[in-house]
């Protein structure tokens, strides 16, 4: 008999399911049949169409009216070569106190820690607090046909849990040390800018674009657009692609093209981004003669959780299990966590992130057993908060 807790071994079960976006690969069947043991009522919700097809799973427990609820993806992303990993990474083998494979940071170890923490807490709960699950096949890929549609769902079904964690791999040196409680949104443009092609020799018979282009990029070129709030540091813009229609050095371009993206704060929309930059083009459009075209392109707003009941319980679950006093941060890319906004208070928590994606990813078995025991002890100090 292995001596491994129900938490690593849920994980390891998880991670030999090789489940890469769009694969379920067998995980969400695993967790139904876990769930339904200890008494969830699980509802398998499939969102699009052909090749672009996602399995989702909700699952429930309990009758409220307090409601917790958790959040992850089973989804992992490619491994790479495969030559390069001293691990087989859907073998899910530990070594020296480390499980690895892909997955074993983001997220699967996290998923098997809070389902063995509703275990753990389901045996001295005496409340009776309401546990849904939001667990994603779409994270890692376009996001279309997973947590977005899930809250469409949960919201015309009239679910609404008071607060959601995320168990994405926050923790940056040590379990327990950063909690995400927001994310930036992310803008990016294409802008084409076309003068009038000519002769290097004749500028006065032609009209350079590149010229315009770079009057028009000023106020976006690598440099901050605000000086940051409560919650994030300033905004940041960067140009990432510039080229034009000339491949010689005696032609005046036609056409002038750059690519840039914009991470924002919540000073910020997309809309208010997009209309200080048309109106800044318009008028170098104006003076220059010449005329521009703008593609835009936004998969993620900006949020923040204000800093609360559910950050404050989080707090001090973390400190009452690892001695750790838990920071809020909002950097990174972003998650799923700027859906479930939508849809009540929610913050990410959970095991040290540092190896996601990477080759030989890998968490501390030790670490995933501590998440379970923070999780376990949220939900107490949440049943103790909850009055009925
Ligand atoms: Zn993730």
Not at 237 to 256: D, M, Q, R, W, Y
Not at 265 to 285: M, S, V, Y
Request: hydrophobic share 40%; net charge negative; proline share 4%.
């Amino acid at each position: 008999m292995s001596d491994l807790s129900y938490a690593v071994q849920l994980a390891q079960k998880l991670i030999r399911c090789p489940s890469i976006t769009p694969e379920e690969a067998g995980t969400l069947d695993l967790l139904e049949v876990e769930l339904t043991q200890v008494g969830f009522n699980c509802t398998r919700l499939v969102f699009g169409e052909g090749k672009d097809k996602i399995d989702n799973l909700y699952a429930e427990l309990g009758e409220g009216p307090a409601h917790f609820a958790f959040a992850g993806h089973v989804d992992v992303v490619p491994v790479g070569r495969l030559a390069d990993w001293q691990f087989d990474p859907f073998q899910a083998e530990i070594k020296d106190g480390f499980l690895y494979g892909r997955g074993a940071a983001d997220m699967k170890s996290g998923i098997a820690a809070f389902v063995s923490a509703i275990r753990q807490w389901q045996e001295s709960s005496k409340k009776q607090t309401k546990i849904s699950l939001i667990i994603t096949g779409d994270e890692e890929a376009d996001a279309i046909n997973g947590t977005s549609k899930l809250i469409d769902w949960m919201r015309q079904n009239d679910i609404f849990p008071d607060m959601c964690i995320v168990a994405e791999p926050t923790s940056q040196i040590r379990i327990g040390d950063n909690i995400r409680n927001g994310r930036r949104g992310s803008l990016s443009g294409s802008l084409t800018v076309t003068g009038q092609q000519g002769h290097v020799a004749y500028p006065d018979l032609a009209r350079n674009p590149t010229l315009t282009l770079m009057k028009m990029l000023a106020p976006i070129t690598s440099t901050k657009l605000d000086g940051g709030n409560a919650y994030f540091g300033p905004s940041t813009a960067e140009v990432t692609g510039l080229s034009t229609s000339s491949s010689i050095t005696n032609v005046i371009p036609l056409n002038a093209n750059a690519m840039f993206n914009i991470r924002f704060n919540t000073e910020h929309t997309k809309e208010t981004l997009q209309g200080w930059l048309e109106d800044h083009f318009k008028r170098i459009a104006t003076k220059y003669e010449v005329r521009f075209e703008i593609k835009w392109k936004s998969n993620a707003a900006p949020f923040a959780t204000e800093a609360g009941k559910l950050t404050e319980l989080l707090r001090k679950a973390i400190k009452a299990q690892t001695g750790v006093i838990a920071e809020l941060s909002t950097t990174g890319g972003t998650s799923d966590a700027r859906f479930i906004t939508n849809l009540c208070p929610v913050a990410e928590f959970g095991l040290v992130g540092k190896t996601m994606h990477q080759i030989d990813e890998k968490v501390l078995i030790d670490d995933i057993d501590i998440l379970a025991n923070i999780y376990e002890d949220m939900l107490h100090r949440f049943d103790a908060n909850h009055e009925y």
